[in-house]
T-cell receptor, first 109, second 112 residues
Framework: GIQVEQSPPDLILQEGANSTLRCNFSDSVNNLQWFHQNPWGQLINLFYIPSGTKQNGRLSATTVATERYSLLYISSSQTTDSGVYFCAGLTDSWGKFQFGAGTQVVVTP | NAGVTQTPKFRVLKTGQSMTLLCAQDMNHEYMYWYRQDPGMGLRLIHYSVGEGTTAKGEVPDGYNVSRLKKQNFLLGLESAAPSQTSVYFC???????????FGEGSRLTVL
């Protein structure tokens, strides 16, 4: 099956710092998404980004489908950005998604 | 706009007991999913459904059964709970056209 690798596995940021999270796929995927799991366990949709670049406030994402990777940028990080960031892609026509293992982000004051 | 709703949010069971988790979505999505997440781990697919009356196994289906009698509901059943099924369970749904996935808030299950 398709493998999804996220890097780095862990990230510690000082408030105000910028960072980039990466998601690599072993094969083509459709409909790539980024999620944030907050410290309370809720999974929040960040970006639905099959290709191209999108921005939402301090967060932005870029997917290069032909090269099988996606990047999530966090700028001017805040403590509320802490949590786990997952990427996922639709791997087949039956609606099955493949998730990465996640990047654990801790933003310190 | 409720989105994806899971009930109950918390449950404690004794080994051998049975229970059903209910997932309801109001977005008219064709596809629905049940995932489990263990501490410090990612999401693992238990079962999924591509439409009313159809279900299929995911990565970790053993010990679980599902039913999708109505398009908006997807039920996850544990017939004889085991401590290994202690986990947080997430339901999700997606529209077949776009494939964008939406999650419920999760159900925390503890089996003693």
């Amino acid at each position: 099956g398709i493998q999804v690798e996220q890097s780095p596995p862990d990230l510690i940021l000082q408030e105000g710092a910028n960072s980039t999270l990466r998601c690599n796929f072993s094969d083509s995927v459709n409909n790539l998404q980024w999620f944030h799991q907050n410290p309370w366990g809720q999974l929040i949709n960040l970006f639905y980004i099959p290709s191209g670049t999108k921005q939402n406030g301090r967060l932005s994402a870029t997917t290069v489908a032909t090269e099988r990777y996606s990047l999530l940028y966090i700028s001017s990080s805040q403590t509320t950005d802490s949590g786990v960031y997952f990427c996922a892609g639709l791997t087949d026509s039956w609606g099955k998604f493949q998730f990465g293992a996640g990047t654990q982000v801790v933003v310190t004051p | 706009n409720a989105g994806v709703t899971q009930t109950p949010k918390f449950r404690v069971l004794k080994t051998g007991q049975s229970m059903t988790l209910l997932c309801a979505q109001d977005m008219n999505h064709e596809y629905m999913y049940w995932y489990r997440q263990d501490p410090g781990m990612g999401l693992r697919l238990i079962h999924y459904s591509v439409g009313e009356g159809t279900t299929a196994k995911g990565e970790v289906p053993d010990g679980y059964n599902v039913s999708r009698l109505k398009k908006q509901n997807f039920l996850l059943g544990l017939e004889s709970a085991a401590p290994s099924q202690t986990s947080v369970y997430f339901c999700a749904s997606s529209y077949v056209g776009t494939g964008e996935l939406f999650f419920g808030e999760g159900s925390r299950l503890t089996v003693l």
